[in-house]
């Protein structure tokens, strides 16, 4: 399993796949333990390095985890064979903003890991599964540091996929529905909690 962990890093770094930083990753498996989550959604599987961290967190967890890109499905399938968590991790090949879940379907845990830009589309679809005070996740919220800093980013798709994440975080402080705190772990984490109801 270590050195699967190993491999996927150098595998990442050799194609440029964005996989989470460490202490991001280490900070999702302690949250994971810590409120006995037992269902997890990851919107954004790349080849399988948070899932399978996800997923060796406890002996209770499961995890279905969305990628739209065909080569990195593959590997992602590849990879939780590797670490023998075929019974752990559903890899589902499909666009995540297209993907009809079954309605009854609940997560305690979503992780939205996925195209920046695309943060509150995925918040609002799914945020509908998850359980009864359940977390959603973000990852990359600071994006590199450039939240807050636009005026210094020249490219325009850059600066419209940041202007994005700004606009998700202001989304997420004025979401009355929930609750969430900022984290400056690696490249920034959000997590959001689903108030009591009332
Ligand atoms: N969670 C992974 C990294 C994911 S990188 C890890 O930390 O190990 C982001 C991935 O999201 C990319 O592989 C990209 O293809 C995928 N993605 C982007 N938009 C998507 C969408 N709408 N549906 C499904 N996958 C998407
Ligand atoms: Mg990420």
Redesign the pocket.
């Known amino acids: 399993m270590k050195q699967q962990i190993l491999e996927?890093e150098q595998y990442?770094v050799d194609n440029n796949?964005?996989?989470?930083e460490k202490k991001?990753?280490a900070f999702i498996m302690k949250y994971i333990k810590e409120h006995d989550i037992r269902n997890i959604l990851?919107?954004?599987?790349?080849?399988?390095?948070?899932?399978?961290?996800m997923a060796s967190s406890t002996e209770n967890v499961q995890v279905t985890?969305?990628?739209?890109?065909e080569v990195?499905y593959m590997e992602c399938l590849k990879n939780v064979k590797k670490c023998g968590f075929e019974k752990k991790i559903n890899v589902v090949f499909?666009?995540?903003?297209?993907?009809n879940l079954s309605e009854d379907l609940e997560y305690d845990l979503i992780?939205i890991?996925?195209?920046k830009s695309?943060d509150t589309r995925?918040f609002e679809k799914y945020k509908h599964f998850l359980s009864k005070n359940g977390t959603i996740i973000t990852?990359n919220i600071k994006f590199h540091d450039l939240v807050g800093n636009t005026d210094k980013i020249e490219s325009k798709n850059l600066k419209g996929m940041v202007r994005k994440i700004e606009e998700y975080i202001e989304f997420l402080k004025s979401n009355t529905e929930f609750d969430t705190k900022f984290y400056d772990i690696g490249d920034g984490l959000s997590v959001s909690v689903r108030k009591e109801e009332k």
């Open positions: 996927m990442a796949v964005p996989i989470i991001s990753i990851e919107i954004g599987s790349a080849i399988g390095y948070s899932a399978i961290l985890t969305i990628e739209r890109d990195r499909q666009d995540a903003l297209e993907l992780f890991d996925a195209a695309q995925f990852d």
